[in-house]
């Protein structure tokens, strides 16, 4: 099993910046492909960015493509979403996951944190 718990939520203005850290215990962490995704309000959950285990490939969602990057910090058993140059439409609740392999899909994770809010003003 692996406990994820997503932090660093919170309101910021337009083009202003947050960084969300995705915190694990459990089983080693640092074997797992990680990923972000976000749910609007009223909306599906979609991806935003995914990270192979060892932080080597990337992935992102064009539409945060240039602005976000996502990272990893293996032993402090972490991952990072950067996120810049913040728009309205960013405001959801941004979730991190887990899984075995590096997917754009949501079900093909296994585990899942508990989400942080991000609310972005105009």
């Known amino acids: 099993q692996v406990q994820l718990v997503e932090s660093g939520g919170g309101l910021v203005q337009a083009g202003g910046s947050l960084r969300l850290s995705c915190t694990a215990s459990?089983?080693?962490?640092?074997?797992?492909?990680t990923g972000w995704f976000r749910q609007p309000p009223g909306e599906e959950r979609e991806f935003v960015a995914a990270?192979?285990?060892?932080?080597?490939?990337?992935y992102y969602a064009e539409s945060v493509k240039g602005r976000f990057t996502i990272s990893r910090d293996n032993a402090k058993n972490t991952v990072y979403l950067r996120m810049n140059s913040l728009k309205p439409e960013d405001t959801a609740v941004y979730y991190c996951?887990?899984?075995?392999?590096?997917?754009?899909?949501?079900?093909?994770?296994?585990?899942w944190g508990q989400g942080t809010q991000v609310t972005v003003s105009s």
């Open positions: 996951a887990a899984g075995e392999i590096v997917q754009l899909r949501a079900k093909g994770y296994d585990y």
């Open positions: 459990g089983r080693t962490f640092s074997s797992y492909a």
């Open positions: 990270i192979s285990w060892s932080g080597g490939n990337t």
